[in-house]
C-alpha cells in the first residue's frame, strides 16, 4: 500500500509499515517543515493514503471544494497522545 505518514506519526510504527513491504514516506525525513495542505496535495499526488494524529488534515480535506481522487486521511485518535500512552501502540513488535 501507498502511505505516507505525517511528521507526528511514530517512528516505530512507520517501521514497522515499512518492514511489512508497504510503501511509506514519512513527512518527518521526506517533507520537514511542509504545511499540512501542501502535505495532502503530496498525498493527493502521489496517489498515497495520509497517516496522521492531526486531526486538522481531516478538517482541511473535508472542506476541500474537490474530494481527493487517489488519495484519503486516516486519522488515528490516541488519548492523551503522549508518549507514555502511544509506547504501545507505537512499539515495533
Known amino acids: ?54 486531526k486538522d488534515f481531516w478538517q482541511i480535506e473535508i472542506q476541500r471544494r474537490k474530494p481527493p481522487q487517489r488519495s484519503g486521511v486516516i486519522l488515528f485518535r490516541v488519548h492523551p497522545a503522549t508518549r507514555r500512552t502511544l509506547r504501545h501502540w507505537c512499539s515495533a513488535q
Open 1 to 54: 500500500m501507498r502511505l505516507l505518514a505525517d511528521e507526528n506519526f511514530p517512528m516505530p510504527t512507520v517501521e514497522a509499515l515499512r518492514q511489512a513491504g508497504h510503501q511509506l514516506t514519512w513527512a518527518r525525513t521526506d517533507f520537514p517543515g511542509t504545511s499540512d495542505t501542501a502535505i495532502l496535495d503530496l498525498a493527493e499526488a502521489d496517489g498515497r493514503i495520509l497517516l496522521t494524529l492531526d
